[in-house]
């Protein structure tokens, strides 16, 4: 059974960064990603990134956000530089399994001044 463990959520002003993290034990390295849902809004993909290293962001994001993954430790981060009142969002992060997708219980994350 996949289990992910995600850390790194908190508040931080506008322009200020945070770092998440997100641990996938029980699994082999496959893609992974984060995806985020805003109060009253439908949850959408921010980033992801292969088992081969290729990344891919929202465009919302590009250019601010930054995916990566140690696969010693088979953990996948998202470093948020340049962070606005928009990226105010529970961040979840999520695996994809052979037949399915996993997700982990989703750390906070706001901007605000």
């Known amino acids: 059974q996949v289990q992910l463990v995600e850390s790194g959520g908190g508040l931080v002003q506008p322009g200020g960064s945070l770092r998440l993290s997100c641990a996938a034990s029980g699994s082999g390295i496959r893609t992974m990603g984060w995806s985020r849902q805003a109060p009253g809004k439908e949850r959408e993909p921010v980033a992801a990134?292969?088992?081969?290293?290729?990344?891919g962001y929202a465009d919302s994001v590009k250019g601010r956000f930054t995916i990566s993954r140690d696969y010693a430790k088979n953990t996948v981060y998202l470093q948020m530089n340049s962070l606005k009142p928009e990226d105010t969002a529970i961040y979840y992060c999520?695996?994809?399994?052979?037949?399915?997708?996993?997700w982990g219980q989703g750390t906070q994350v706001t901007v605000s001044s």
């Open positions: 999520r695996y994809h399994g052979l037949a399915s997708i996993y």
């Open positions: 990134i292969t088992s081969g290293g290729t990344t």
